[in-house]
């Protein structure tokens, strides 16, 4: 068959070919690099940005668990209040920082943990209620 066709014909069909190759890859092409693209986005959402979150989270809980101490230590009066009011304010900060965080989680075994954590901080925070409460009262 191609000994039959003149040169010209062949040169077209062989260009025809190479281009149907040509665009067939960059479809195949653009379709992963959109597939890419969203992977990208949902590791950036759901990946990088809690992480951020959960330095937050940890230095709020430091920053609670020194406001506490420095509670005990301030005796009574406007230190007492003081104290009170940044643990009140941290508080606050971390429920906003654990609810973001636990909208992006994705896994069970991160899941789990998160639990774990909250209800440690559940049961930390009866303790730091208790211990405003007597500081509050000297």
Same mark, same amino acid.
């Given at each position: 068959?191609?000994?039959?066709?003149?040169?010209? !014909?062949?040169? !077209?069909?062989? &260009?025809?070919?190479?281009a149907c =190759?040509?665009a067939? !890859?960059?479809?195949?092409?653009m379709?992963n690099?959109?597939?890419i693209?969203?992977?990208?986005?949902k590791?950036?959402?759901?990946?990088?940005?809690p992480?951020? #979150?959960?330095g937050?989270i940890?230095?709020?809980?430091q920053?609670?668990?020194?406001?506490s /101490?420095? =509670?005990?230590?301030?005796?009574k009066?406007?230190?007492v #209040?003081?104290?009170?009011t940044k643990i009140d304010?941290?508080?606050? #900060?971390?429920?906003?920082?654990t609810?973001? &965080?636990e909208?992006? =989680?994705?896994?069970e075994?991160v899941?789990?943990q &998160?639990?774990?954590?909250q209800d440690a901080?559940r049961?930390y925070n009866?303790?730091?209620?208790?211990?405003?409460?007597?500081? /509050?009262a000297?």
């Amino acid at each position: 068959m191609l000994k039959n066709m003149k040169l010209g !014909t062949k040169l !077209t069909g062989g &260009f025809i070919f190479v281009a149907c =190759i040509a665009a067939l !890859t960059g479809v195949v092409g653009m379709i992963n690099i959109r597939k890419i693209a969203d992977a990208d986005k949902k590791m950036y959402d759901k990946m990088t940005v809690p992480l951020a #979150e959960m330095g937050v989270i940890q230095s709020d809980v430091q920053q609670i668990r020194v406001a506490s /101490r420095d =509670i005990i230590a301030a005796g009574k009066g406007a230190d007492v #209040e003081k104290y009170a009011t940044k643990i009140d304010n941290l508080q606050a #900060e971390l429920d906003a920082k654990t609810q973001s &965080f636990e909208k992006t =989680i994705l896994t069970e075994a991160v899941r789990k943990q &998160f639990q774990d954590f909250q209800d440690a901080r559940r049961a930390y925070n009866s303790y730091l209620g208790q211990i405003v409460a007597l500081a /509050r009262a000297n």
